[in-house]
């Protein structure tokens, strides 16, 4: 599904812990408007499982989370619907 997916806006918290990954996403989906497609890249294994659980909790859409084995990172898919 990613192939498809084009960002509208990239967050790239590559190199950063946790919580820095889901702390960089919600500083910048607070200024977005609704429909926003926002790619997160991040090499902190937890934001896998984590941002989509925030993203479910704040009421936004988790479009898809992938990772990019060989390149140590993963990208985690968004929209925002607020």
């Given at each position: ?62 479009l ?19």
């Amino acid at each position: 599904m990613s192939e498809s997916i084009q960002p509208d806006v990239t967050v790239d918290s590559r190199g950063a812990t946790c919580p820095g990954p889901l702390m960089d996403l919600i500083g910048k989906v607070k200024k977005l408007e609704p429909g926003t497609v926002v790619e997160l890249l991040t090499t902190d294994s937890s934001s896998s499982h984590d941002v989509p659980e925030w993203v479910d909790k704040a009421g936004h859409e988790t479009l898809d989370v992938v990772e990019h084995e060989d390149e140590g990172y993963w990208s985690v898919f968004i929209e925002t619907t607020k």
